[in-house]
Every structure is written in C-alpha cells, then in structure tokens.
C-alpha cells in the first residue's frame, strides 16, 4: 500500500512537471520573436540581392560589362577622379572643385571593398589617413574633410559627418571580406574612429557624428552644426551594420539610432512629392544655411539611393518605403523621365536660386539624379522599371554644353549600377 501510494504520487508529480514545463514552453514560445517570412526579410538576412538590370532584361555578361566599364570610367579612363601617388596611395578628387573630400574617398573605398579591389582599398586608406585623419587634439580621430590635392594644404580642419559614416563602414566590410592580417588592421582602424568618437564630450566643441540626444547623425560634429542634420547622411543601414560588426558596446545605441533615422525619413520627405530639404533640423523643418536657401539639391539626390539600401538589405520599413519610392519616381514621371531638373522646391515648382555645381549655375538632367532615381526602383514601385532602362542608357559624358561631372555624377552613377545589379551587398565575414 504504503509503496503502491508512494508511486502514484511520484506518477502525478512527475505529470504535473510536464504539464508545467510544456505551459512555460509554449508561453515562451509566444514570447520570443517570430522570423519574418523570407519574402519580407531583408538581404541581409537571406543572402539574396536582386538584379534589377536582369529583371528588366539584360544579360548578366552585358550587367558585368556595364559596371565594369562605369568603374574603368571613374577610376582608371581619360577622365577618372581616382589617382595614385607613388607605390603606395591614391586619392579620388572632385576634380571640378580641385580638392579631395572625406566623401570622395570613403565612397572609393566602398567600391574598392565592394568590388573586391583590396589595392585600391588600401592606397586610399592610406592615403586618407597620412593627410586627412587628425592624430591629436580635440579632432583626434576624425578627419579634415577637404584638402588641396596640389598643395596638401587643407581646406578645412573639421570634419563632415558622413566621411567617417562611410569611413568606418567600408573598414568593417573590408574586415570582413580581407582579414585583418594583410598589412593593415581594418577593424582596429575602425574601431579607432569609433572609439575617438565616443570620447567626444564636448572639449573644444567637438561631439559624437551621432547627436546622443536626438540619434540622428549630426551635419558637422563640431559647434552649432552638431545641432542640426543633412538627409543624405541618414544611412540607417550602415548603422545596422555597425551594431552587426563594430562589437564596441554601442550595438543597442547604433540600432536605436537606424530606427530614428527611419522615422526622421517619413518627417523629412515632403508628402506630395517624396522630396526633402539638403539640410534639415532634427524635426525633419529646413535648416537655412549662408550659401543656399533650403531646397531640394545635390545632396538630396543621395536619399532616394540610401533608401531604398536599406529597403533591400535591412527591409523594416518596407511599407513606407514603398509608398515614398511612388512618390518620388511618381513626382519625377511628371516632370518627364528624360528631362527632369536636377534642383527643387519640396513642393515640386522651381527655385529661384540655382547653387552651382563647381563654376557652372545651370538647372540640368543630370546623371548622378537620374542614377539615385533608378536605384529607388529596387523598391518595387517601377513596374516598366523605365527607371532602370533611362539609366541603362544613359551615358557618364559631358553634356551638350560641354559641362561634364565625373566625380559626383560618376560615383552615384557606378553606385546605382552597383545596387541594381545587386554587387552592393553588407558584406559578412567569410565562413571558415
């Protein structure tokens, strides 16, 4: 009896347990966040980056042919913007304002790492660093945002946020897809703008690139322009990537800080027409500067691109991003696909004042917009994709008047063929 009892109740028990444990189970289970179907994930997760040029009908031998003779352009052609000094460096110029810029290079090494050019990585990198990046003092870390490729003087000492946004991003793949044993440390090059940066507290009014109160990256980190932002420099799926692969302890800081520049997105892309200002508050309102009234203008173009980047790789804001890539392109069909301006009012009517680009003060089709413009049909807005066929046609040359951009127009023009061809990817470390 006593051991018959002793057994059920050792039966029930352990009955009991399983119940319990099969519950806390199933509430963790309910509990724990659900993978997003595959069709909704973004490329970084699945791996898979589309061609648009494939999808609007052309060969892959004809897509390969076409990125690479964009890169002959830009870096090697009669017109090129990228030049080496010695056995060792190079610069990429924008050669129509004489000088080298943190943009300029940092989009260099973007596609030297995407293209898996490691020399051309490397002799910018270094190049970068000898002249531009300050070794001591307040800028520590940072880098002079433009230099006099003739004289070596520099144009500036402060920085411009996205450099070192693009700096720090192209180090981290580079990492990824070279090692860091090669000759240079990429991570440990990295980390050291990052970790500089978060020693920034305010000692001769130099800040964080990102505005730790807002979470949006700051126009210039250094005096009043920490206070206030430019568009074109809210990349959230770099920041992605940096909490993906900067392991520096900021992970959860960078993720909240993609998050907001999403929501800054919506704010600052007007609602008739998908267009925003170059330069912005934090709210997302116009921010005047002393050279150009606000509007729509060269760093604009750079949005519609950084989007739908973040669309492909990340793909957490799908539905807006959609919506918005019909308005833009939407707004740019009404102008005419083959001969919309290239500077806007938000309201979609011309400005008044036209900012030149170099010495030239002329309203233009230009390439580097109808690039950024196509590179928006990768959010499957485009039905005809007639955005991706007007740049397959489109020729990075001078124009009728002889004006001719091979630095601003010649980068975003590759960077747009890179994206639709689906050969700019979040490169991850290569499995052992």
Known sequence: MGHYTKLSIGRRLALLLGLLYAGLGNV???????????????????G?????????????ADIDQKVAQAYHDVFEGLNKVYFEVGDSMAYVSDVKNHDARTEGLSYGLMVAVQLDKKEVFDRIWRWSKKYLQHQSGPLTGYFAWSINTATLKRNSEGPASDGELYFVTSLLFASNRWGNATGI????????ILDAMWQKDGTGDVHNLLNTQHKQISFVPVGDMYNWTDPSYHLPAFLEVWAAYAKDGHEP????????SRAFLHRACRAATGLNYDYTEFSGQPHATKWAPPAFRYDSWRVPMNIAMDYVWFGKDKAWQQQYARRFQGFLRGKGLHTFEDQFNVDGSRPDFILPAGNVKKLRHSLGLVATSAAASLMRQDQQLAFVHALW???LAPYEDGYFDPYYDGLLYLFSLMHLSGKYQAIKPAQP
């Open 185 to 192: 440390n990429y991570y440990q090059e990295a980390r050291r």
């Open 253 to 260: 800081f960078y993720r909240a800080c993609a998050d907001t």
């Open 48 to 60: 898979k980056y589309p061609s648009l040029l494939r999808e609007a009908g052309y060969s892959q």
């Open 393 to 395: 046609e489109a020729k």
């Open 28 to 46: 963790a289970a309910q509990r724990a966040p659900r993978p997003a179907p595959a069709s909704q994930q973004g490329a970084f997760y699945t």
